[in-house]
Nanobody
Framework: QVQLVESGGGLVPAGASLRLSCAAS????????MGWFRQAPGKEREFVAA????????YYADSVKGRFTISRDNAKNTVVLQMNSLKPEDTAVYYC?????????????????WGQGTRVTVSS
């Protein structure tokens, strides 16, 4: 069992920045692929970003590329999503996810554990 807890969401104006954090409980955190997904009202959960076990390989959705940065600190069992230049369309509940087996992936069904989410609202 892996437990993930997100934090850092909030209400911000367009153009602002937020830093989301995810704290993981797993002993083998360093071997997990970690990802961020988001779900806007009335929409399906969609991929945002992922980082491999080493932190050296990242993958981003086109909609956030150049604005968001994913990183991890295996010693602290944390994953961070730095979000800059936020847009109203970024409004969603953001979820941290862990993929136990495999490499970086963008499908929600390819991840094994999920946090409860943290809400991000970007006003126009």
């Amino acid at each position: 069992q892996v437990q993930l807890v997100e934090s850092g969401g909030g209400l911000v104006p367009a153009g602002a920045s937020l830093r989301l954090s995810c704290a993981a409980s797993g002993r083998t955190f360093s071997s997990y692929v970690m990802g961020w997904f988001r779900q806007a009202p009335g929409k399906e959960r969609e991929f945002v970003a992922a980082v491999d076990w080493s932190g050296g390989y990242t993958y981003y959705a086109d909609s956030v590329k150049g604005r968001f940065t994913i990183s991890r600190d295996n010693a602290k069992n944390t994953v961070v999503l730095q979000m800059n230049s936020l847009k109203p369309e970024d409004t969603a509940v953001y979820y941290c996810a862990a993929r136990i087996h495999g490499t970086v992936a963008a499908g929600r069904h390819e991840y094994d554990y999920w946090g409860q989410g943290t809400r991000v609202t970007v006003s126009s």
